[in-house]
């Protein structure tokens, strides 16, 4: 019983093609277009808000803005986020408006009237939009 038992392990051959080739198999997509959705996002956060306080102002001081103020706003906005800026003081006709344009948020209003002799503190560029 001193003989040496050799057990060989079985042999594994080459590995076969898949049953259903890739060819003929598709990926499905259950989820919607990614780029739809960067889009929408992108749409979402190019949108102007304006916080409470904004909006308190804005009543208080009976300022109204018309949807051409609103388009030449946001076109500034998109301005001075291209040149760097973070906080923007717009000057306008009859309002001037603080704007944090990385929230891309109105953080206050101040009406002609009140503009006078008033100092802006925290900004880092400033927009007129004289017309």
Do not use: Y
Request: net charge neutral.
């Amino acid at each position: 019983m001193s003989e040496k038992i050799f057990i060989r392990p079985p042999q594994i051959g080459p590995v076969g093609l898949p049953a259903t080739s890739p060819k003929n198999s598709q990926i499905s997509t259950a989820g919607p277009d990614f780029a739809a959705v960067f889009q929408e996002q992108l749409g979402i956060q190019s949108e102007l808000k304006f916080s409470a306080h904004a909006l308190k102002r804005l009543e208080s001081r009976q300022i109204e803005l018309s949807a051409s103020d609103l388009s030449r706003i946001q076109d500034a906005v998109n301005k001075a986020e291209s040149k760097g800026a973070k906080e923007s003081l717009i000057v306008m006709d009859q309002a001037a408006l603080v704007v944090s344009i990385k929230n891309r948020t109105v953080i206050t209003a101040v009406d002609d009237s009140n503009l006078k002799d008033n100092i802006f503190t925290n900004i880092d560029s400033a927009i007129v939009l004289k017309s």
